[in-house]
């Protein structure tokens, strides 16, 4: 008999979670409660130079592909929009050489802690940020490279698998 009533109990628990959730909220057309600006891609362009990506605490940049223009000088603002401490879920913004290895570029990193996760001495790094935490902005400027395709990254540990994308310099 016991059992009996920790069991109905527990369907109607199920049932009342599974009425109160699933409903989606009607909402006037045009208003929203996200950002929808389009986060695929940024261009600089001469009147802007300046593009914001962002960083969050599931491992992902908002951007995955920048376009610049050759020689244009060129300023990355990294955000972090998450909530976890720079120790925990650190974020940088890393632009690597053409022709770098990502994984062994990586891995070289990963042991660089005192240095921000960024190898000593390397000659790979174009540009890089600060490491940020939780709610914080850091910035770089450079000069873009000649054209071609450019990798850049979050070095900080094992972020690099989710967290890249491309600089396109035309």
């Excluded at 109990?9 to 045009?30: D, H, N, Q, R, Y």
């Excluded at 891609?41 to 962002?54: H, L, R």
């Excluded at 709610?135 to 071609?148: L, R």
Aim: aromatic share 8%; charged share 25%.
């Amino acid at each position: 008999m016991k059992t009996a009533k920790y069991v109905l109990g527990a369907i109607f628990s199920c049932a009342v979670l599974i009425a109160c959730g699933g409903k989606e909220e009607k909402k006037k057309e045009g208003f929203s409660y996200e950002n929808k600006k389009d986060t695929s891609t940024s261009t600089a362009t001469k009147d802007s130079n300046e593009i914001v990506i962002s960083g969050n605490d599931l491992m992902q940049f908002d951007k995955t592909e920048i376009r610049v223009k050759a020689g244009q000088k060129v300023k990355v603002t990294l955000r972090h929009k998450g909530k976890l401490d720079v120790n925990v879920m650190g974020h940088n913004f890393v632009l690597l050489k053409q022709g770098v290895d990502l994984a062994g570029f990586a891995a070289e990193a990963a042991v660089a802690k005192d240095n921000e996760y960024i190898p000593e001495k390397t000659k790979d790094v174009i540009a890089h940020t600060s490491l940020i935490g939780a709610g914080q902005t850091t910035s770089v400027e450079f000069v873009a490279p000649a054209a071609g395709e450019y990798d850049y990254l979050c070095s900080f540990p094992g972020h690099y698998a989710m967290m890249k994308g491309k600089l396109i310099v035309e």
